[in-house]
């Protein structure tokens, strides 16, 4: 999440995709140090026994490629950076039997790509594991630094700790034979902070992934309790209102000018619209006078005017977050109704962006959460409930969740992700690694998971 002030003084937010919003304020709670010392003997096999067992004992070597992954900078426009960062776990994913490749962008786009890495089986469920490995820091100067077990550093909570506790998980798995026969699918995304465009190009190898999956984990921020298996979509709408220009005195006779208009249609918005908890709109930049320019990113608005003028001009730029596409159409709908009712001697004209789609509940996902929390109290670490999907922003895990059954936040606890203290408790990766490990065998080895909704 950035700041940006306008020349106006406007006040811009931009959310990059994996930022939680609705947090509570101040600290995250952190999990317990290690799961209580011996969970109940007959909730995990043997072999799940040996696969937490060596998930522990290679904690020393994930920090280890945890501090290798965050001092390579890799901020989303690095391109570099990102690539070093994809050949480091290239070599990890290669050890452990999935061919790799590079998903290359054009050089248009000013992103690195993705790591796309398979194995190929037919034995249970084919699994999907959604990783970034780009940072929202630009730039040098965050590197890793221990103190106990809390480590600092940009990417060492988001997510760079939660792509070293998929291949912990992965490492595990394979050492303990449970990947023989597996279907499995790793996409690392290069440009999850600060998605490249067009975004069907840039998402197209993770949805191609997800067409020959069935189930997708993403390795977000996690937390001892929670899991996300419903967010919302996110999209941006643009108002263009005029109106026409002359003396103020005649404001109330001679038509009522852009910025009335804008104001309309806002509050009408606003008053007509607002109630449900799972839609927001959210107009995040207005600008309106006798001239409104853009800046080439877009995200500056400058405006210039008179008192004396009834403004011929107004701009909005706003997002609108929805739990279902259904839900997404039916409130376009209403609120091109609301533009279409101007004051006088106003025009104004509202249009749409497509950007995140929603991921909304299935029975499926609950099956998959339900599943989640077994493995975790199984595992000593207690229940798992779902997050309220407005409380989650969007992610990657979104554009696959029309394909197949997905879940986030299986990666690492931390603090001050996109700011420059972010952090993460080290011994969140042996939680996060030991229950995606033990959930991945279940998925694989266990009895099926009721099949995917189409
Ligand atoms: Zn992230």
């Given at each position: 999440m950035r700041l940006l002030s306008g020349a106006l003084g406007a006040t811009v937010l931009?959310?990059?995709a994996c930022q939680r919003i609705g947090a509570p304020a101040g600290p995250v709670p952190l999990p317990a140090t290690t799961p209580d010392a011996a969970p109940a003997p007959a909730s995990l096999s043997a072999r799940e026994g040996a696969i937490r067992d060596y998930v522990r004992a290679h904690h020393h070597d994930d920090v280890t490629?945890?501090?290798?992954?965050?001092?390579i900078s890799s901020g989303s426009q690095n391109t570099a950076g990102v690539r070093r960062v994809g050949d480091l776990f290239t070599q990890e994913l290669t050890a452990l039997g999935f061919t790799v490749r590079w998903a290359e962008m054009p050089a248009s786009m000013r992103r690195a790509g993705h790591l796309v890495a398979e194995r190929r089986g037919t034995k249970g469920a084919r699994l999907l594991l959604i990783g970034h490995l780009d940072t929202v820091f630009e730039g040098e100067g965050q590197r890793f630094v221990r103190e106990d077990t809390i480590a600092r550093g940009a990417g060492t909570s988001d997510m760079k700790g939660g792509d070293v506790a998929m291949i912990a998980a992965l490492r595990a798995l394979n050492a303990t034979g449970a990947l023989e026969g597996s279907q499995i699918i790793v996409v690392m995304t290069g440009d999850e902070e600060s998605a490249g465009s067009p975004l069907e190009l840039a998402r197209k190898d993770l949805i191609d992934a997800a067409r020959r999956s069935d189930i997708a984990l993403a390795f977000e921020g996690g937390r001892a309790a929670r899991a996300s298996i419903s967010r919302r979509g996110s999209s941006g709408w643009?108002?263009?209102?005029?109106?026409?220009?002359?003396?103020?005195?005649?404001v109330f006779t001679n038509g009522y000018g852009a910025v009335y208009e804008m104001a309309r249609?806002?509050?009408t918005f606003r008053r007509e619209l607002a109630g449900d908890p799972t839609l927001t709109f959210n107009p995040g930049v207005v600008a309106g006078g006798t001239t409104v320019q853009r800046d080439s990113s877009g995200t500056a608005l400058v405006a210039a005017g008179k008192t004396n003028i009834i403004s011929p001009t107004a701009v909005v730029q706003g997002d609108l977050r929805f739990l279902r596409e259904s839900q997404k159409d039916s409130t376009r709908a209403r609120m091109r109704a609301i533009v279409a009712q101007h004051l006088p001697g106003t025009e104004a004209e509202i249009t749409f962006?497509?950007?995140?789609?929603?991921?909304?509940?299935?029975?499926?996902?609950?099956?998959?959460?339900?599943?989640?929390?077994?493995?975790?109290?199984?595992?000593?670490?207690g229940p798992v409930e779902g997050d309220p999907p407005e409380s989650r922003g969007a992610g990657d895990v979104s554009f696959v969740a029309p394909y197949?059954?997905?879940?986030?936040?299986?990666g690492v606890s931390g603090r001050g992700s996109h700011s420059p203290d972010e952090s993460v408790n080290l011994n969140s990766l042996i939680m996060a690694g030991e229950r995606a490990a033990v959930l991945m065998d279940r998925l694989i080895n266990g009895p099926v998971l009721e099949r995917p909704r189409p």
């Amino acid at each position: 999440m950035r700041l940006l002030s306008g020349a106006l003084g406007a006040t811009v937010l931009l959310l990059s995709a994996c930022q939680r919003i609705g947090a509570p304020a101040g600290p995250v709670p952190l999990p317990a140090t290690t799961p209580d010392a011996a969970p109940a003997p007959a909730s995990l096999s043997a072999r799940e026994g040996a696969i937490r067992d060596y998930v522990r004992a290679h904690h020393h070597d994930d920090v280890t490629l945890l501090e290798k992954a965050v001092n390579i900078s890799s901020g989303s426009q690095n391109t570099a950076g990102v690539r070093r960062v994809g050949d480091l776990f290239t070599q990890e994913l290669t050890a452990l039997g999935f061919t790799v490749r590079w998903a290359e962008m054009p050089a248009s786009m000013r992103r690195a790509g993705h790591l796309v890495a398979e194995r190929r089986g037919t034995k249970g469920a084919r699994l999907l594991l959604i990783g970034h490995l780009d940072t929202v820091f630009e730039g040098e100067g965050q590197r890793f630094v221990r103190e106990d077990t809390i480590a600092r550093g940009a990417g060492t909570s988001d997510m760079k700790g939660g792509d070293v506790a998929m291949i912990a998980a992965l490492r595990a798995l394979n050492a303990t034979g449970a990947l023989e026969g597996s279907q499995i699918i790793v996409v690392m995304t290069g440009d999850e902070e600060s998605a490249g465009s067009p975004l069907e190009l840039a998402r197209k190898d993770l949805i191609d992934a997800a067409r020959r999956s069935d189930i997708a984990l993403a390795f977000e921020g996690g937390r001892a309790a929670r899991a996300s298996i419903s967010r919302r979509g996110s999209s941006g709408w643009t108002l263009n209102v005029t109106g026409r220009q002359a003396h103020s005195a005649g404001v109330f006779t001679n038509g009522y000018g852009a910025v009335y208009e804008m104001a309309r249609i806002l509050d009408t918005f606003r008053r007509e619209l607002a109630g449900d908890p799972t839609l927001t709109f959210n107009p995040g930049v207005v600008a309106g006078g006798t001239t409104v320019q853009r800046d080439s990113s877009g995200t500056a608005l400058v405006a210039a005017g008179k008192t004396n003028i009834i403004s011929p001009t107004a701009v909005v730029q706003g997002d609108l977050r929805f739990l279902r596409e259904s839900q997404k159409d039916s409130t376009r709908a209403r609120m091109r109704a609301i533009v279409a009712q101007h004051l006088p001697g106003t025009e104004a004209e509202i249009t749409f962006r497509d950007s995140y789609p929603a991921m909304p509940p299935t029975t499926a996902g609950a099956e998959l959460l339900a599943r989640f929390d077994a493995v975790s109290r199984a595992l000593g670490y207690g229940p798992v409930e779902g997050d309220p999907p407005e409380s989650r922003g969007a992610g990657d895990v979104s554009f696959v969740a029309p394909y197949l059954t997905g879940m986030d936040g299986l990666g690492v606890s931390g603090r001050g992700s996109h700011s420059p203290d972010e952090s993460v408790n080290l011994n969140s990766l042996i939680m996060a690694g030991e229950r995606a490990a033990v959930l991945m065998d279940r998925l694989i080895n266990g009895p099926v998971l009721e099949r995917p909704r189409p």
